[in-house]
């Protein structure tokens, strides 16, 4: 008799082919996974995910970094077996072997079924790459034989023709598929790449008699500077926010423009920790340590080597980074923030295929500063301290007024604060924000590696707006200390709501009124948690100002 010809949909689909889909299938696996980053429901599936490793044994004797690449390879996976099982009950093949031509060998109704249980089976088969070489002699896989399917070649000039594309396909999909974390393929930063100069430097025809140090615990600087023209009026200020039963006191220090009549807000953001958001590039980079060799040894020094240490004058101005680190954070930081789709091809041109780290550090920065609008970023230097700038213009809702902030990323400290200044919507904001920095940054230094750095005064001359900063709310102090911060606050507050009048300032008489109305507020505060903590004088002191500036009461104040 003689040989049975073959139908062509009696052929198995090769193993190249097959593993070809495979690859496909798992990039969009991968693409997928990092676009769901986007949303919190799958973000809390992943900690669930990590919930469920941290009982496995020794789970903390292993380096963190394993356990990422775990979860993610877990979910990825995941991804992949759910794309395949929904593909094939629409097409009765996963996507990518449709795509490259292959078709269910059986009836219309079990090609998916019956393919969708082999999609269920590749869960445990997959990873036992033996089930799946059969093919590379013609015979299904075990998974078919188990699912009674068959996976067989469609159109074999098609398949040959498309493959060499879908390949370039998913590997350029491979490539810029971190991307899609957090959508950074369409959010993204307007870096500039001219650097700011730092404010302008005291010049020796200034009057240094009206000099003196600036110094606070709470910002960490100290600024040598003079307002004796009165331009600037500085108000320490305190925002008290309720958390349950519990109140949290935040200061703030808000600066007045006379000039302009124009007001913002200087504040503490948040304390980061830069390492830990710089080590974010390590992430799926194995030519990390290669692009950035002094940086990779600072991760692996002990937290005792940057950690924050009480202060000694011998320190000076000195910062725990060496200048050749200093320059490896600033070319991370920059590469980072630059990355989008337009410059991809270059960026793996300087830097390397693997962009997934760059990806996540400008992802974890975007979180720092105020979502919705597109920030344009430039490198600053402020005093011994180079920043990250962040400016960004929000419009009201009537789209006449606007509201201003800047974000400052300290570069040179692993104990970095950020810093955030809050224009209102005057149309000189901008303008009254960058004589101020002239003016009170000219020759600031900045002591975010110590603690405890400046003492508190022992002579009310030494007292300065920034000194109740620092003890008035969020510290406690001897009685002593206390009587001379009252006295120096009350002065201080009478001064100004002296001139507040005699300059018939409505706005800032109106911001005194506000700021006087919060100090009521942490009094009593302070005074419910220690009872008579400050003195019914000071208290009564305080009212009568107040009351003084409300009803134009000049007289009060001779």
């Known amino acids: ?36 980053q986007s949303f919190k429901a799958y973000v809390g599936i992943t900690n669930q995910v990590l919930q469920v490793l ?17 979860i993610s390879l877990v979910m990825i996976y995941a991804l992949y077996i759910m794309l395949r099982i929904y593909s094939t009950f629409i097409f009765g093949v996963s996507f990518s072997q449709w795509f490259l ?13 019956g393919g969708v249980f082999r999609c269920v089976l590749e869960l445990g088969f997959t990873p ?104 600037f009026i500085l108000l320490p200020n305190f925002e008290i926010v309720a958390n349950g039963d519990a109140r949290k006191i935040y200061p703030s220090l808000l600066i007045y423009d006379r000039t302009y009549k124009t007001f913002g807000i200087l504040k503490v953001k948040k304390r980061i920790s830069l390492f830990k958001l710089l ?19 600072a ?48 960026h793996a041109f300087h830097n390397g295929p693997f962009i997934n780290g760059y990806v996540q550090i400008k992802h974890k920065i975007s979180q720092i500063i105020p979502e919705g609008i ?14 990250l700038r962040f400016n960004q213009t929000f419009n009201f809702t009537d789209g006449q007024r606007q509201n201003k902030f800047e974000t400052l990323i300290p570069m040179d400290t ?53 000194v109740i900063l620092d003890y008035f709310a969020t510290r406690d102090v001897g009685d002593n200390d206390k009587k001379l911060l009252e006295e120096y606050v009350v002065d201080y507050f009478k001064s100004l709501s002296r001139n507040a009048l005699n300059w018939e300032d409505g706005d800032l008489i109106k911001l005194l009124e506000v700021v006087l109305s919060r100090y009521e507020s942490v009094i009593s505060v302070k005074n419910m948690k220690e009872a008579s903590y400050y003195s019914e004088e000071f208290i009564r002191k305080m009212n009568s100002i107040k009351l003084a500036l409300t009803v134009n009461n000049k007289e009060y104040f001779k």
């Open 1 to 36: 008799m003689g040989n049975k010809i073959k139908r062509v949909d009696d052929f198995v689909a090769g193993g190249l082919v097959r593993f070809i889909a495979l690859l496909g299938d798992m990039v969009f696996a991968y693409t997928i996974h990092f676009y769901a």
């Open 54 to 70: 941290k009982t496995l044994p020794y789970f903390e004797l292993v380096n963190g970094w394993f356990w990422d690449s775990v």
């Open 101 to 113: 031509g292959l078709r269910g060998g059986k009836g219309f109704i079990w090609n998916r079924l």
């Open 128 to 231: 036992l790459v033996i089930f799946d070489l059969p093919p590379l002699w013609g015979t299904p896989t075990l998974k078919e034989r188990l699912s009674f399917t068959k996976i067989v070649k469609g159109w074999g000039i098609y398949t040959y023709a498309i493959t060499p594309f879908f390949l370039l396909f998913i590997m350029g999909l491979a490539f810029v598929a971190p991307l899609f974390f957090n959508l950074t393929i369409i959010n993204d930063f307007k870096v500039i790449y001219k650097e700011e100069p730092s404010a302008k430097k005291i010049s020796k025809d200034d009057d240094f008699d009206s000099f003196k140090h600036f110094s606070s615990n709470h910002f960490k600087f100290d600024a040598f500077s003079s307002l004796k023209d009165e331009r």
């Open 279 to 297: 080590s974010f590039g390590k992430k799926g980079n194995p030519l990390f340590a290669m692009k950035y060799p002094v940086l990779s040894k």
């Open 299 to 346: 991760f692996k020094k002990s937290d005792e080597s940057f950690k924050a240490k009480s202060f000694d004058p011998k320190y000076g101005k000195t910062t725990f980074f060496s200048e050749k680190l200093k320059f490896e954070i600033k070319n991370l930081l920059q590469d980072s923030l630059k990355i989008n789709v337009g410059n991809i091809y270059e």
């Open 374 to 387: 597109t920030p344009s970023v430039t490198f600053e230097k402020i005093g011994n301290y180079e920043f």
């Open 414 to 466: 692993e104990n970095a604060m950020v810093l955030e200044f809050n224009y209102s919507d005057q149309p000189n904001s901008l303008v009254s924000w960058e004589n101020f920095k002239d003016l009170f940054w000219s020759s600031i230094v900045w002591y975010m590696d110590y603690e405890d750095i400046f003492e508190f005064p022992k002579i009310m001359e030494e007292f300065t707006p920034v």
